[in-house]
């Protein structure tokens, strides 16, 4: 009920009747419903979930506190009546999480009301994690950093980089991953440039970079770990870029605290790369919150003012990239404390075969 009160807090605030969600993250989120298909109509004292058939007995399971409503095969006429029992004049809904086709529906089902249009409210209201959600979200990481120990062994010279990734996501599965947190990133030598780049067939080079990100899912909480595995001993300009960009995550985790925004965060480590004449070739932010999604709020990035605030969690991952180089890339996540932030990875930094 104390994520339900964050809807209805929202409701109150902004003068609207109800507040309606669709997005499937969001519905589990504030309803605890883990089905794959539901609507949830919120007003300042009552809470409507709609679902088909399907999922009627795990909805009631799942969602004991919700009034539950079965939908026939037009979930649209059900959702016009339940908006015409509630009475709602005004309903807000989250723009980016519903479809023209979806919004158009809901408005000719009761063209009396005002629908108004609001973003990332939700993921907002997720924003700062619950200690039940920090635990579920270290959980996940541990299965991604146990893997990674695992796959180390298997890493040298004439393995490619799908192989890696394959074998690290199936150790990841083995060790009780729902599912893979986002596309797993392996790149190498020169590929290693691109920040996001897909596993490719080049093998493994004596004196190669390797960056590998990649996570586990575990209750539907994701994690995110990068490391930048040294083979051998790296050129002077990689090995410049690599101190650079482990110094720029010591420092950034050192000084995040609470108050902060999310400029000043990032900034911790970009001063860094300036200092060192590499800030060109980085990235535009420093992290993003993660949780029931990979990306959240708070997105830790340049010019956001938003501050941060005790129990968000979120990744510091500042990253050198040079084309025809190599790129850096280190992340940890963080939760903030009442005086800094706790470091959840565990992983060593600095890894070298």
């Known amino acids: 009920m104390k994520r339900l009160e964050k809807i209805r807090e929202f409701i109150r605030e902004k003068g609207i009747d109800a507040f309606f969600v669709q997005s499937l993250k969001n519905l589990s989120y504030f309803s605890g ?12 004292t009552k809470s409507v979930l709609v679902t088909d058939q399907r999922y009627s007995e795990q909805a009631r399971q799942e969602a004991p506190d919700w009034e539950i409503i079965v939908h026939g095969l037009d979930p649209f006429s059900t959702l016009a009546e339940a908006i015409g029992r509630l009475g709602a004049a005004t309903i807000g809904y989250e723009s980016k999480e519903i479809t023209d086709f979806q919004i158009t529906a809901l408005r000719e089902g009761n063209r009396s009301v005002k ?6 409210v939700c993921i907002g209201l997720r924003s700062v994690k619950e200690e039940s ?38 150790l990841m599965r083995r060790l009780g991953s729902e599912a893979l947190a986002f596309d797993t990133i392996v790149a190498s ?35 995110d770990i990068t490391r930048t595995i040294i083979v051998g001993e790296l050129e002077s300009p990689l090995q410049k870029i690599f101190d650079c960009v482990h110094q720029a995550l010591e420092e950034a985790v050192a000084g995040i605290k609470p108050g902060s925004t999310c400029h000043e965060v990032d900034k911790l480590a970009r001063d860094v790369f300036l200092a060192a004449d590499l800030e060109s070739y980085s990235l535009r932010g420093l992290g993003h919150g993660v949780g029931l999604d990979i990306h959240e709020y708070p997105r830790v990035v340049m010019n956001n003012q938003a501050r941060i605030e005790p129990g968000m969690l979120f990744t510091v991952e500042p990253g050198v990239y040079v084309p025809n180089v190599g790129g ?13 932030c706790q470091v959840l990875t565990r992983s060593p930094r600095i890894i070298r075969l």
């Not at 493994?204 to 586990?216: C, K, P, S, T, W």
Request: hydrophobic fraction near 40%; charged fraction near 25%; charge should be negative.
């Open 33 to 44: 419903f883990t089905g794959s298909n539901g609507y949830l109509l919120n007003t300042a």
């Open 115 to 120: 629908w108004v249009p609001f973003v990332d």
């Open 133 to 170: 959600e920090i635990a579920c979200i270290q959980a996940s990481l541990k299965i991604a950093e146990d893997a990674l120990e695992k796959l180390l062994p298997s890493i040298r010279p004439g393995v490619s980089e799908r192989e890696i990734a394959i074998e690290l996501e199936i």
């Open 189 to 223: 030598g020169t590929h290693s440039a691109l920040p996001h780049a897909k596993p490719s067939d080049r093998t493994i080079q004596e004196n190669d970079l390797i960056v590998i990100d990649f996570g586990a899912t575990w209750k539907g909480y994701r994690s």
């Open 328 to 340: 850096v890339r280190i992340e940890d996540m963080v939760v903030v404390t009442a005086d800094g």
